[in-house]
């Protein structure tokens, strides 16, 4: 089993930046695809970012791409999401997760406790 402890959040003006970090322990993490979800109030679980066991290969939802850059440092055990250009409406409590790589959370086996991102206008 993987345990994920997310850091980060907080309180941004919209167009500023945040950069999340995951750290990761337990099972071989690196052996792991990972992702970035998030979940507004009243709002679904929504697909932010995934990349793969190795970072060579990543995918964004529309709503982020070119904005967000996910990354990991599998000596660290550590996955990175870089906010850029934060708009009011990504503000949510994002979720780090691990497992098969994909945009489902289906695919996501074990999940962190989240951190929360509030952009203000």
């Known amino acids: 089993q993987v345990q994920l402890v997310e850091s980060g959040g907080g309180l941004v003006q919209a167009g500023g930046s945040l950069r999340l970090s995951c750290a990761a322990s337990g099972r071989t993490v690196s052996t792991y695809a990972m992702g970035w979800f998030r979940q507004a109030p009243g709002k679904e679980r929504e697909f932010v970012a995934a990349?793969?066991?190795?970072?060579?290969?990543?995918t964004y939802a529309d709503s982020v791409k070119g904005r967000f850059t996910i990354s990991r440092d599998n000596a660290k055990n550590t996955v990175y999401l870089q906010m850029n250009s934060l708009k009011p409406e990504d503000s949510a409590l994002y979720f780090c997760?691990?497992?098969?790589?994909?945009?489902?959370?289906?695919?996501?086996?074990?999940w962190g406790q989240g951190t929360q991102v509030t952009v203000s206008s």
């Open positions: 997760a691990a497992g098969r790589y994909g945009s489902s959370w289906e695919n996501f086996g074990s």
């Open positions: 990349i793969s066991w190795s970072g060579g290969t990543t």
